[in-house]
């Protein structure tokens, strides 16, 4: 079955240290990887994703994901932790399914980001 | 620039009371639109896609029903509500274009 894994239900940084939460996935064929924040109350913000090519995905207020294929992989990073990157993240992956004329796509779980001042 | 409406912001309704949530896209033609359920504030679930007017897939079989009158509306809906239906309800759109989707800013949904 395809799936999505998020290791850590939370993760604990200080500011400005780097910061790294895992993704792991399990589908057929090549994946599209998905990252997403959600703050509290507040709907899903997209963040980047990785279709083809480069293996290190830049996106939105400094993240980078880095896609590795032999460790179906996907984590998402950031140099330097803000407290206000304080968040619930998720990692999805696009079902590869034939019949997946929607577009559906599978969520993880989720991992709270605690950035401390 | 596209965007995307839900309505209302949040909702406590009675248990067996009729429920309905909009969704309305602007900016875009024919997006796909997908309803979820975020539970506990965690994981979500995907309940309902829709690739054109009229056309509702269904992912999980509940109490819940969506319709899709209009080309970027989507509306949820339920004729009795159950205790179990209390949680954030999300709306998300793309295009046909693209792989990633967008999401609304979310109904919270009490059922008391």
């Known amino acids: 079955a395809q799936s999505v894994a998020q290791p850590e239900d939370q993760v604990n940084v200080a500011e400005g240290n780097p910061l790294t939460v895992k993704c792991t996935y399990s589908?057929?064929?090549?994946?599209?990887l998905f990252w997403y924040v959600q703050y509290p109350n507040r709907g899903l913000q997209f963040l980047l994703k990785y279709i083809t090519g480069d293996n290190l995905v830049k996106g939105s207020y400094g993240f980078e994901a880095e896609f590795n294929k032999s460790q179906t992989s996907f984590h998402l990073k950031k140099p330097s932790a803000l407290v206000s990157d304080s968040a619930l993240y998720f990692c999805?992956?696009?079902?590869?399914?034939?019949?997946?004329?929607?577009?559906?796509?599978?969520f993880g779980q989720g991992t709270e980001l605690s950035v401390k001042p | 620039s596209q965007t995307i409406h839900q309505w209302p912001a949040t909702l406590v309704q009675p248990v067996g009371s009729p429920l309905s949530l909009e969704c309305t896209v602007e900016g875009t033609s024919n997006p796909n639109l997908y309803w979820y359920r975020q539970a506990a504030g965690r994981g979500l679930q995907l309940l309902f896609y829709s690739v054109g007017i009229g056309q509702i897939s269904s992912e999980v079989p509940q109490n819940l029903s969506a319709s899709r009158p209009q080309d970027r509306q989507f509306i949820l809906s339920s004729k009795k509500l159950l205790l179990s239906d209390s949680g954030f309800y999300l709306c998300?759109?793309?295009?046909?274009?693209?792989?990633?989707?967008?999401f609304g800013p979310g109904t919270r949904l009490t059922v008391t």
């Open positions: 998300a759109w793309k295009t046909g274009l693209s792989y990633e989707q967008y």
């Open positions: 589908v057929s064929g090549n994946p599209y």
């Open positions: 999805a992956v696009r079902d590869p399914g034939i019949y997946n004329q929607g577009g559906k796509l599978i």
